[in-house]
């Protein structure tokens, strides 16, 4: 059955109406189902089955504590790419051993904070950042576990601004350089090297470019094994595609089965980094419609969640399938769904066929990945509220900011002062 579906009129988040948890928390609210982030996790553990690795779930998709929580408690792994999302994961119990630290701009305070935690490796993506985990680690009596994030030069085929693996994007090392950085790295001191990291994009929904990718790693496998290098772990990243509105994802299992066949006679732990694949269809934005403003060229439904909210519609053109919370008697016609940000790039979806009055109050669908962790105070917005729904019951896991969150740490100067 369905996270989201609708009963009769209404539409429900598990064993809850939408449209109470709107009354009882007011919009905009992000929504999530316990149930839709289990089972999702529970896909690639259940895929992976006894061969040796973990899932380590990309904080950076959604990371409230509730959900890293839930997350935790099912045994899941985290990759981060801050100390911050270190922090997080420590406060919602996950286990730092289970912790892979990716990004490209890591400081000495996080990788000495992440060596102090006892987390599992680094993924590191540069030689520069090599040279100061090397220093940073041996100065303070610590080993790091490291793999190097490669760069294959495979293109995903996804949107310019989620592709990570191809030579002109900014994340991981030239595959054609990497033994030679693998060859000094071993001779480094505080540092061992346990694994082999790529990461291609997000948004995928066709398997080649990770078999592509793979294809390439295991021949990198082998000349590392000519330098007496010996890798135990391939961390193959995430980046999974989700259905936003007609995209036929992967299917986990016969994804993660291809791999392990690939693998051959290998004896190698696999490591996989999914965030939006977990995160995207366990949420919703709900929103309410303020004012119907029809014109000429265009019908514009103002709502009360805008761009600061969700950035995704205009940062990359998202398409987010919008459905109302209870039916409307409204004639249907087209709208763009517009907020009330001052720019005219604040929408959250336009040309959508609807039945609109104001106050009618709408989900905006495949909102639990990049949703609220991309959301921002522009126009001194307080973020909205999150809720996470299990079965018939629902808690509040953020409270909505107001004014005095908004401007924490900010002070007026003395009166006259020159």
Not at 311 to 316: A, C, G, H, T, V
Not at 327 to 351: H, R, Y
Request: hydrophobic share 40%; proline share 4%; glycine share 8%.
């Amino acid at each position: 059955m369905p996270v989201f579906e609708r009963r009769q009129q209404s539409l429900f988040c598990e064993d809850l109406a939408l449209s109470q948890l709107a009354d009882h928390y007011q919009t905009p609210l992000y929504v999530y189902s316990r149930k839709a982030f289990s089972e999702s996790y529970l896909a690639y553990a259940n895929a992976l089955g006894d061969h040796p690795g973990q899932i380590c779930y990309a904080v950076k998709a959604n990371s409230n504590i509730a959900v890293l929580q839930v997350l935790a408690e099912l045994g899941a792994g985290f990759d981060i790419v801050s100390k911050g999302e270190l922090q997080r994961v420590i406060k919602a119990g996950g286990d730092v051993k289970k912790v892979i630290f990716s990004g490209v701009g890591k400081t000495a305070d996080e990788l000495l904070f992440a060596l102090e935690q006892g987390i599992g490796c680094f993924n590191v993506e540069s030689e520069a950042e090599l040279q100061l985990l090397s220093e940073v680690a041996s100065s303070n009596d610590f080993t790091a576990n490291i793999s190097l994030r490669v760069n294959p030069d495979v293109d995903a085929q996804t949107h310019p601004y989620i592709s990570t693996g191809l030579k002109e994007n900014k994340f991981g090392i030239d595959i054609q350089s990497a033994p030679e950085v693998y060859a000094r790295a071993d001779k480094l001191p505080g540092l061992n090297i346990i694994g082999v990291d790529c990461h291609i994009g997000s948004q995928l929904v066709e398997t080649q470019p990770f078999f592509d990718a793979l294809d390439r790693l295991l021949l990198l496998l082998d000349k590392l094994a000519e330098f007496n290098i010996n890798i135990e772990h391939l961390d193959l990243g995430g980046g999974i595609g989700v259905c936003y509105k007609d995209e036929v994802p992967p299917n986990i299992q016969d994804y993660i089965g291809a791999i392990k066949t690939r693998l051959g006679e290998r004896k190698l732990a696999l490591y996989f980094e999914p965030g939006r694949s977990i995160a995207a269809n366990s949420g919703v934005l709900l929103t309410e419609v303020l004012f119907l403003k029809p014109t000429e060229h265009k019908n514009f439904a103002i709502v009360d969640a805008a761009m600061n909210d969700n950035i995704r519609p205009s940062l990359y053109q998202a398409w987010q399938d919008v459905q109302p919370l209870e039916q409307s008697k409204a004639t249907s016609t087209q709208w763009d769904l517009v907020g009330p940000i001052c720019e005219t790039g604040d929408f959250l979806a336009k040309d959508r066929t609807l039945a609109l009055e104001a106050g009618e109050r709408l989900a905006l669908m495949s909102s639990g990945a990049y949703g609220f962790v991309m959301s921002s105070n522009y126009n001194s917005r307080g973020r909205a509220a999150e809720v996470m729904v299990d079965g018939d019951q629902h808690y509040l896991v953020r409270e909505r900011e107001n004014f005095d969150d908004l401007v924490r740490g900010e002070a007026l100067i003395p009166s006259g002062a020159k």
